[in-house]
């Protein structure tokens, strides 16, 4: 068995979680925040990858990027980059189709920390971004924590998205969920159930993780 | 001496009413506040500390502009650094005592007085969740206090403890005040209440439009 597929899988999503945090905290401070009407439509389109059908997604994104059409295009010729068929493109797709699993459970915790926590730390003389750092972020570990297994999960597990924008190009774009299928297709049942069975335990092992870790985790009782 | 002339629309069960305050505090005085529940003390606090903001008037404390609404004038809170002791505490939860006070001041020494003061220096490594109400009260008027203050407003700082705590501490915190040259504004639900601390006091009804103090 190959276990090249394994490593990408592995690889795309730790790359996706490591972008998620660093793009998802500030939008979900930011939506956590007071609510317009535009923040409103923000959030729907965030968390549409949630009920669209990911070879939906997957469609619009290979015709968004494609080298013949518009973005694509100018991407091509401008930056020489190429979203379709190619890693980065498989990034790109899992950043947004994994967003809503990083966003959602943080916004929603920031959402339950008191007002008068920032409030306090303001009256301390302290910038928003000082009070982000050191008193909401660490307030909100537990969910934090849970935001980033979901999204490494969730990439883990992506198929529709990944094979629409991506393919099935082996060392580049063949991740485990595809590798499986592919497998499957060629009746290797041997190699579809190692990939099946290395997927289900990595799965498993990081959900019982964060289940152990937010059980005997000392929890803040505003949490 | 802070001036305060404001207006603010409070949206309570009995539907909207107007919180309308025009007074002037001498710096360095002490005075309670009371009134009802709802008729807007905590508001007033608030509109002061800069957290929330009026919809009318100005703000003026030792001859600088806080907030006014005519050229639309607004000093954040962070450039205010009223100290402000909240009713729920606000205590961080991811820090214990030593680390509330270390976030709000450098000053070492400044920082064991506080403790001495507040009776917490057996417990600098106790996170609030370990604290009595009593405990988490005292450090919250602690971390108020570390930034030394010109103006400190109090919602219900005392309402935790027992008899003899805040009379000890009402006592200490007197002396402090003097040396900080220190404006206190004080809420308390109750008009009996802290005789011994305030020499002035302020009433906030729950009228609406005539309610002007």
Known sequence: MDLTPIWLTLKLAAITTFL???????????????????????????????????????????????????????????????????????????????????????????????????????????????TFIKVLIPNIKPSLLTALVLTFAHTLGEFGVVLMIGGNIPNVTRVASIAVYDSVEQMDYTSANGYSLILFAVTFVMVIAVFIFNKYQLKSPLE | MISIDIEKKLRTYKGEQLLKIARQFPTGSITKIYGPSGAGKTTFLKIIAGFVRPEKGRIIVDGNIWYDSGPELFVPPQKRMAGFVFQDYALFPNMNVLEHLEY???????????????????LILHKPQYLSGGQQQRLAILRALAIKPKLLLMDEPFSALDPKMKTDLIGKLKILFDELKCTVLVVSHNQQELEELAENEMSITDTNDNGQV
């Open chain 1, 20 to 130: 998620l945090l660093a793009i998802g905290l500030p939008i979900a401070w930011w939506l956590s925040k007071s609510r317009s009407f535009f923040k409103i439509i923000i959030e729907a389109v965030i968390t549409m990858p949630l009920v669209l059908p990911p070879s939906v997604l997957g469609f619009y994104l290979l015709l968004a990027f494609s080298p013949q059409h518009g973005i694509g295009k100018w991407l091509h010729k401008a930056f020489d980059i190429q979203f379709v068929f190619s890693f980065q493109g498989l990034v790109l797709a899992s950043v947004i189709y994994s967003m809503p699993f990083m966003i959602g459970p943080i916004k929603s915790a920031l959402q339950q920390l008191p007002v008068s926590l920032s409030q306090a730390s303001y009256s301390l003389g302290k910038t928003k971004w000082q």
């Open chain 2, 104 to 122: 709000a001041t450098n000053d070492n020494d400044w920082i064991k007085t506080l403790l001495s003061i507040g009776k917490l220096e057996n």
